[in-house]
Structure formats: C-alpha cells, structure tokens
C-alpha cells in the first residue's frame, strides 16, 4: 500500500505524542537547533518550513532536502510550497501546532527562490539566526547527521510539547480566575480599560472583531437581532462572499441589516468608497454599513462618511472609534457586562492561534486576572 505524506505526517505525530520526553535525535546540537526553532516566537514560519521539506524528503527519497523550488531545476528538486499548503496546513491546524499559519513560502525570504538552501547563503530576515538555523538543520539531513524521518519526529515533538505547554499555562490562569470569583463585578470603565490593552497588544488585528461578536452575542435577545457566524481570519470576503468582517441579521427573518468593517488604523475616504462599491457590487440592501477602528477618527471622514446617506439612497455609513463602541455599549447594556467580558474571553480563547495566538490569549487571562485581584484587594480593605 502506498503511504501518502498525509500518513506520513500522522505517523510522525503518533510517535512524537507517545514519547514526548524522550529526543528522536541524538546529536545534542541537533536537537537544540530544533528546540530553537519550534520555541520561536517571533517567526514561526520556520518550523513549517522543515515540515514541508522532511516530508517531501520521506515522501520522494530521491529529491534533496535544500531544493524546495522547482525553479532550480533538476531531477531532485520539489515543490516545498505544494507540500505546505496540501498537506502540512491541514495537519497543524488540526492538532493546534504553534506554526505560522500561511505557507513558509510566501514568507519574504522563502518566496520565489530558485537557489539551494545551503548554509552559506544569506538569507534576510529576522531574527538572523533563525534562518542560519534552519540552513543548518537542513544540510544536516543531506549529509546524512540525521534521518529525515527522525527530524520530522523531532520537530513534531518539539511542537507538541509547545502546544501542551501553552494549553497548560491557560488552564492555569482560568483556574486563577475561577478561584477569585464571587467579588464585586468589574465596573465598566475597568472592563473598558481591560479591553483597550488588549487591543494594544502585537498581532491583535483579530481582536475587534471578536469585540463587536461578544456584544452582539449577549445583547442579542434585547435586539431582535443576532450576528452570523465569524469568517475565518485573513478571509478575503471577495471568496466568502460576506459584506463585512462582521455580519448582522434579523431574527424574524434572516435579512441582512448591519455590517461591520475592522480597520487598525485611520479610515480613509478611500475605505468609504470601496464599501460602498462593494455594497453596490454585491446588490446588498442594508440599513448601516459601519467602520470599526482603533485609532481616532478623523472628522473629515466622519462627515463625508454621514454624506453618504443620500449616495446610497439610504444605507447608514459611519464611523466608529472601537473603544468608544465598547464604551456606549456596556454603559447601555450596563447589566451585560460580565456576560460581555465573559463571551469576549470564550471568543478569544476558541479563536485558533493562527489567529488569535497564545501570547494574546495569557494576556487576555492576565489582565481580567490583575483587574479582579486589585478589585477583590479593594473590597477586603474597606
């Protein structure tokens, strides 16, 4: 029987999981690289990387681990990037791996090479040393210091262990905030507070939306209204078809009335007219068409945003500050604030890591954490 590199994969991942205390690799340099990489937080491309090129190595012994381009030419060259996407993306994503979560080879220093990875070459990135380390990793299989077959269970257990590390450091901080429950509930201007660092925090462009989410979710019963399920992040909404980032329709029949833009940066008069193309693209009637940002909104773009109104024969165009929304919204449904803090934290925890990632994840935890001790440390004094 003919063993696919999608068996491959599965096959190394059985064996990681079993023995994730015991190194597949006995060369200790060896496996430090490995460690190295698969504990990377600033650039996770590089574990997907060796995961395409082993197992295009497992699957057709005969190519050379370091020519993962086509374009080089040669009987022993491949498609590092087909075996990314067809088979390494389905496999990370279903066992939650801490891996970038697009293809290594649309990276800027893996994307349209026609050279050899070999450990001479320059390749530029940060941080530096990552890419030297995976040069290295690479030429140590093709002068045979290491099995393909064994590196592909190292660096899958590398990852595993990661992963495992990072779910136990969650269970940990729920349990904290679990221990601290029972106090005065967070005031609005806390949670507010709460939220705005959250948002400020690296690679947190997912976060507005899970915001608008977690109002719409509990507020739903008092409006007559309830939000669509979330598209994946990065989706094109040309290939969903979906008007916003964020949909709203009426309970009492399904129609489309509110939709939501997320931008982390200033909205344009540009952004304007490409909504309102979109929206006369698609021949969508809805009631508002509204911007999401996390900066501050120019007032200029305000009005002509409110001039759009006669434009769209109709159809509400605004802009909203984030925070601001946050604000209004707990202020008015000032009842719903834990179950708004608690859905934005359910939000943000099922998110996948491609994402939402851990780190924002534990510090999410974190400050709702120091937010509830410092309240609870208040009470007791008083």
Known sequence: MTITPADILEQAYRQAEASLDTAFVADATIGERVEYVCRNVQNRSGSRLLLACLLAKLHQPQVDVRKPYTEIGGIDTFSGRTYDEAYVTAFVSRYQLPCNPTTAFLTPAFRNRNTT???DLNLVGRPPKLYQTLLCLLDDVHTQRVAAADLLAEVIRWLTRVRNENQQRIATLLAGLQSSAGGIPLSVET???????HLRLPLASRLPVLVIAAAYEVAAAHLGERLLPLQAHNAADEQTGALGDVEIVLEADNRLVTSYEMKLRRVT???????????ARLG?????YIFITT???DPT????AASLYVTTQGIEVAVLDCIGFVRHFLHLFHRLRMQFLEMYQRLVLAEPERAVGYPLKEAFLALRQAAESGLNATESET
Request: aromatic fraction near 4%.
């Open 117 to 119: 990875l070999t450990p």
């Open 269 to 279: 008069r540009e952004d304007l007219d490409r909504a309102v193309q979109k929206i």
């Open 301 to 304: 773009v305000e009005e002509y």
């Open 284 to 288: 969508t009637r809805i009631d508002n």
């Open 191 to 197: 949670i507010v507070g709460l939220i705005a660092q």
């Open 295 to 297: 900066e501050a909104v």
